[in-house]
């Protein structure tokens, strides 16, 4: 439809500045929409086991994208390809899928910085919506109201952090082709760097490098912090203001580990972001994120910070699936073939090997979230022992015990009353 918008219009350059302004617009509310429907359905889901999906997919899906060094072989390609909506790159998705569609890198950039903002946007013409409907004298409902702006507003920042620090990070990604002078941006080869309109976006990138990537973890740091002791403390005057305020960036934590989520999001900026410009194009590049898994592993093993034992087994075995993934690049990336160009390893079968854990780890966190955290196993299991044992109801006859037991209970009232007419019998 929108090749068919943009045909109807001209066909020179004023052709191009049409297409760019309407799929900018029809982009941005698309995925501002889109975004909220995540957020309420993670909402009204598990969050700890949605958020544990939700960082797995999105580190996953920009493997490609980051270690692009990696031959990955096309079936692998056409798998992560639309995993990146969960990154909120749906322009990647489309641009790869054949719609025609082609938006310059310098626009993306922007729509993608803009993004968080929209979002807020919405969320905060919702809430007032919503709260102009509700009456004044009904307390409770205006208090879930802020309730849930504060979690939407706190996920949909979750959601989007991953895609910020990959666009803002390949910004900066140039590359020197042989034969031709000057840096070229990787992402857009008809972008010069270090010259005209790529110097004014890496002043505009600095900037939202400092207020998303740096600046996210730290508000969200200090705003743990300041109220570290009223985050657990059922007693503290403060505590049901900051669970629902900021419950949804440490409730599914141990209380010793009530920074874990700061933790996360290091993770995946360097993941996501931080690998961009780690030695690009080099088999350094893979090993470096190889042994940031890795030790990201180590760390979810060693602390289990999670309440739930099902959100720990989770973050285990994502973990490890991303670190066998990162394996399985250095693999392609160092198998070079022989002399005669023969592979040690069959390509097609390790992009099925990854693509064969990755579905096992997406398919043991739901199993985990269904079967044990929404407690479905332990309800078969108790309704399976009932149907066992029967229903409980069962009349129990008077053993003779009893009944001697309550004789002798008789005969000690008539002795309290008249000690000479005591039955030594019944003794």
Same mark, same amino acid.
């Given at each position: 439809? /929108? ?22 617009? %029809? ?15 993670? =909402? ?9 999906? /939700?960082? %797995?997919?999105?580190? %996953? ?8 060094? *990696? ?22 998705? +489309? ?40 009456? !004044? ?9 802020? !309730? ?9 920042? $979750?959601? *989007?952090?991953?895609? /910020? ?12 082709? !042989? ?61 049901? $203001? ?5 419950? @949804? ?32 194009? &080099? ?7 190889? $042994?940031?898994?890795?030790?990201? +592993? $180590? ?9 739930? &034992? ?10 490890? &699936? ?21 592979? &040690? %390893?069959?390509? !097609? =079968?390790? @992009?099925? =090997? ?60 008539? @002795? ?12």
């Amino acid at each position: 439809m /929108l090749r068919e918008v943009v045909l109807f219009f001209s066909t020179d350059l004023k052709q191009y500045h049409t297409l760019t302004i309407l799929t900018f617009f %029809f982009t941005f509310f698309s995925l501002a929409l889109l975004s909220l429907c995540y957020i309420s359905i993670i =909402i009204h889901f598990k969050t700890g086991q949605s958020k544990i999906l /939700l960082s %797995f997919l999105q580190i %996953f899906s920009g493997l490609p994208l980051v270690l692009d060094v *990696v031959p990955w072989p096309k079936v692998f390609l056409e798998f992560t390809l639309p995993l990146n909506v969960f990154n909120m790159d749906f322009l990647a998705v +489309l641009a790869k899928s054949g719609c025609g569609l082609s938006v310059r890198f310098y626009d993306k950039f922007i729509l993608h910085m803009t993004l968080p903002v929209g979002c807020l946007l919405l969320i905060v013409v919702v809430y007032f919506t919503l709260e102009r409907c509700t009456k !004044e004298e009904d307390i409770k409902k205006q208090h879930g109201l802020k !309730e849930m702006a504060s979690k939407a507003t706190i996920l949909i920042i $979750l959601l *989007v952090y991953p895609g /910020l620090t990959t666009k803002i990070f390949t910004i900066f990604k140039c590359k020197k082709i !042989e034969g031709i002078p000057g840096w070229w941006l990787v992402q857009d080869y008809n972008q010069q760097c270090y010259e005209g309109e790529h110097v004014t976006y890496m002043i505009v990138g600095s900037i939202f490098f400092c207020l998303y990537i740096l600046g996210i973890p730290l508000v969200m740091f200090l705003l743990l912090q300041r109220n570290k002791k009223a985050l657990y403390d059922v007693s503290h005057p403060e505590h049901h $203001l900051v669970q629902k305020a900021l419950g @949804a960036m440490y409730i599914q934590y141990e209380p010793a580990y009530w920074w874990f989520e700061i933790f996360l999001l290091l993770n995946k900026t360097m993941m996501c972001g931080g690998l961009v410009m780690a030695a690009p194009g &080099t088999p350094l590049q893979v090993l470096i994120s190889m $042994l940031i898994m890795m030790s990201h +592993l $180590l760390v979810v093993l060693k602390l289990s910070p999670y309440k739930s &034992t099902g959100e720990d087994v989770s973050a285990f075995v994502s973990s490890l &699936t991303l670190t066998l993934t990162t394996l399985g690049g250095m693999v392609l990336v160092m198998d070079q073939g022989d002399a005669n160009g023969i592979k &040690t %390893f069959d390509t !097609e =079968i390790i @992009a099925w =090997i990854l693509l064969g854990i990755s579905v096992l780890c997406i398919v043991e966190v739901v199993s985990v979230t269904v079967l044990v955290d929404c407690r479905v196993l332990e309800r078969y299991r108790g309704k399976r022992n009932r149907n066992k044992n029967g229903d409980g109801s069962k009349v129990i006859p008077v053993s003779s015990a009893d009944g001697k037991n309550k004789k002798i209970e008789n005969n000690a009232t008539k @002795a309290w009353k008249d000690p000479k007419h005591v039955d030594l019998d019944d003794y």
